[in-house]
């Protein structure tokens, strides 16, 4: 037996000690499952059971040191931990910004006095992160943010506003980008900063969805005082910071949406099964040319899944994402948004239920993760922002 295939039977044999019975066969998102947090509620003892034990492994976040919370795994021995995990589909332990983003982040740009404050917590779930880029002027052109962050000794004043903070209202700290220097070239004067919620003049309003959800808000700082230890890399860097972080980002988006098992449907029927329920036939579809849309989905799905998992093997590997990650990005949004456009139009006058007891549970949710969907194309930047990165940095086209 190699190493590896004796590393499997060993995983295999704890997962099956230690996977709790409720947690299996439930499938696994990256947007669902316990977030952590200071205000994290468990939806069942089993959900903070399981986390308890994959912290002590070291299993929320495999290829992470060991000295940092991780369980110091190669790529192949987490893919492999990834594999038998999928076999019982137990959900992941613990999901959210810290682990997906900031985490990342920190490994490649931390001091080690930062990197032993931050990433154990996340790794245990006690911390929850979300992301302060974006302000009422400042989307895809996210170099010209404002929010203002002036020296005071020891410690930086902050005043200023962000915008589409999701689950600011859960998150403990926030990783945010502020303005050190009004004078020079616009991505010359960013800082990235690190900022825990509950200091004093950090305030948050919920901002309502078309789905009837309210996951981001509004974040205001008013002379709100961090400091300076915070900053990630350097005063005046957080440019190249920033850019770094959307990388794990929309790799985190693409992974979330494109392989189909976001959003809150419950029961997660496949598009195949849907169909059958609808439309009728006896084995196939019976509707040929709905049959031939469902079965082009499932396989771009299966395509773009595989050629994810080669990303994340490579990632485990330690290869940083670079500009092919707006590629995933584009694509595996896209992918969600038809696939939540054809599960509403399999269901037919179902599919568009919004209340009420002539609907049941699942399609109700799909209707509102149809709605979500439309966000898709923005979140993380717009899909017009990854086609200009695509043609300059992959395409090398000119401005
Ligand atoms: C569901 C969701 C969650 C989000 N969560 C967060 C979060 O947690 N934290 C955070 O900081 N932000 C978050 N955002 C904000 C998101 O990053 C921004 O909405 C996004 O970057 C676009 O910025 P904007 O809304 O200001 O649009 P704008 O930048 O004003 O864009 C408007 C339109 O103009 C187009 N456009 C702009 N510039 C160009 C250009 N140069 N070339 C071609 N077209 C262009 C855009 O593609 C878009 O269609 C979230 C957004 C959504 C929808």
Redesign the pocket.
């Known amino acids: 037996m190699s190493d590896l295939d004796s590393f499997r039977s060993d995983v295999a044999a704890w997962l099956e000690t230690n996977a709790p019975e409720s947690l299996r066969g439930r499938g696994a998102s990256a947007l669902e499952g316990v977030w952590g947090g200071k205000k994290w509620v468990y939806a069942n003892p089993d959900a903070k059971l399981w986390l308890e034990r994959c912290v002590e492994q070291g299993y929320t976040a495999p290829t992470w040191p060991k000295e940092y919370g991780g369980g110091g795994l190669s790529a192949a021995e987490a893919k492999a931990l990834g594999q038998e995990m999928g076999k019982l589909r137990v959900p992941p332990p613990l999901i959210g910004f810290g682990l997906t983003m900031i985490g990342p982040t920190l490994l490649q740009y931390g001091t080690e006095e930062q990197k032993l404050e931050h990433l154990p917590k996340i790794c245990r779930g006690e911390i929850r992160w979300?992301?302060?880029?974006?302000e009422p002027g400042?989307?895809?052109?996210?170099a010209s943010v404002q929010t203002r962050a002036v020296r005071d000794g020891d410690d930086f004043i902050i005043n200023g506003h962000?915008?589409?903070?999701?689950?600011a209202d859960e998150a403990d700290w926030i990783f945010a980008l502020v303005r050190t220097d009004p004078e020079a070239k616009k991505q010359e004067g960013i800082t990235f900063l690190l900022i825990d919620m509950a200091s004093p003049g950090v305030s948050i309003a919920p901002i309502k969805l078309i789905s009837g959800s309210s996951?981001?808000c509004e974040t205001t700082f008013d002379d709100v005082r961090v400091p300076v230890k915070n900053v990630i890399s350097k005063i005046n860097a957080g440019w190249t910071v920033a850019k770094a972080l959307l990388g794990h980002e929309r790799t985190m988006i693409a992974d979330a949406f494109g392989g189909g098992a976001s959003g809150t449907s419950k029961k997660r029927k496949g598009l195949s099964d849907l169909a059958r329920d609808y439309l009728g036939g006896d084995g196939e579809v019976a509707d040929p040319l709905l049959r031939d849309e469902v079965a082009h989905m499932e396989m771009d799905t299966r395509a773009f899944l595989l050629t994810l998992q080669r990303t994340r093997d490579a990632a485990k590997a330690g290869h940083q994402p670079g500009a092919e990650t707006s590629f995933f990005k584009i694509h595996g949004t896209e992918l969600n948004m038809r696939r939540s456009e054809l599960m509403v139009r399999l269901a037919g006058p179902q599919g568009l239920g919004w209340e009420g007891d002539g609907f049941d549970e699942d399609e109700l949710a799909r209707t509102r993760d149809w709605l979500r969907s439309r966000?898709n194309s923005?979140?993380?930047?717009?899909?017009?922002?990854q086609l200009?990165i695509i043609a300059k940095h992959v395409l090398g086209l000119p401005d």
């Open positions: 979300c992301q302060g880029y974006s400042s989307g895809s052109d996210l962000k915008v589409w903070t999701s689950y996951p981001f966000g923005i979140e993380g930047g717009t899909s017009e922002i200009n």
